[in-house]
């Protein structure tokens, strides 16, 4: 399996729900990332985690919320969003620090909106 | 993160070579040069990665400069799948243990036309 696979493809959210995004890989990659990426921009990184533990945070709202259950699993709980937070959402996985020698695997994200 | 830079867009016709620019002059001895494609709609794809030496693999080559400050992505016939955006990307070597960032600049368009 070289595939990371995120649920669900769509969202619509009320500003007041609750929703989580999900990821799965199962290549052993021990360190997983969430990207959120506006229309006609590049990814921008939110959440390292390495070896089940949050090692990153770019400063990101309360309201977004990452969880890592498991060296195969990442969440990314939604609460309290605004429409500006109306995004493409992408998990990506890669061998820890040893990445830096081999590439990251992208999900093909979750497109987000919030009205 | 080292900064790179790209031209914003390239056009290229359908089975005619690519090579795609990047300046990274401030790279450091143990960045990695990394290049991802993003196709419309999709999520980034990893194409291919170096550090000193040119490297080829199924998908294109990668040149880099003697001095690192400047590598070129090759793309030797291109199609009309290829059309995307191309972002060349430094990436050092996190610490024992962590996971180092990949920070995405702003890419070069790819168009690609019969």
């Known amino acids: 399996d070289t595939e990371v696979t995120q649920t669900p493809k769509h969202l619509v959210m009320g500003m007041t729900n609750k929703k989580s995004l999900k990821c799965e890989q199962h290549?052993?990659?021990?360190?997983m990332y969430w990207y959120k990426q506006k229309a006609k921009k590049p990814p921008e990184l939110m959440f390292v985690y390495s070896y089940e533990k949050l090692s990153i945070n770019e400063s990101v709202p309360s309201r977004f919320s990452p969880e890592c259950p498991n060296s195969s699993l990442l969440n990314l709980h939604l609460h309290a969003l605004q429409p500006e937070d109306s995004a493409l959402y992408l998990c990506a996985s890669s061998q820890g620090a040893q990445g830096a020698r081999a590439g990251y695997t992208f999900g093909s994200g979750t497109r987000l909106t919030v009205v | 993160d080292a900064k790179t830079t790209q031209p914003n867009s390239m056009e290229s016709n359908e089975e005619e070579p690519v090579h795609l620019p990047c300046n990274h002059s401030t790279i450091s001895g143990t960045d990695y040069i990394h290049w991802y494609r993003q196709l419309p709609s999709q999520g980034p794809e990893y194409v291919i990665h170096g550090l000193t030496s040119n490297v080829n693999n199924r998908m294109a080559s990668l040149a880099i400069a003697e001095d690192r400050k400047s590598s070129t992505l090759i793309l030797h016939r291109a199609t009309l799948r290829d059309a995307a955006v191309y972002y060349c990307i430094l990436r050092g070597l996190g610490t024992t243990g962590t996971a180092s960032k990949l920070t995405f600049g702003t890419g070069t368009r790819l168009q690609v036309t019969l």
């Open positions: 290549m052993g990659h021990r360190a």
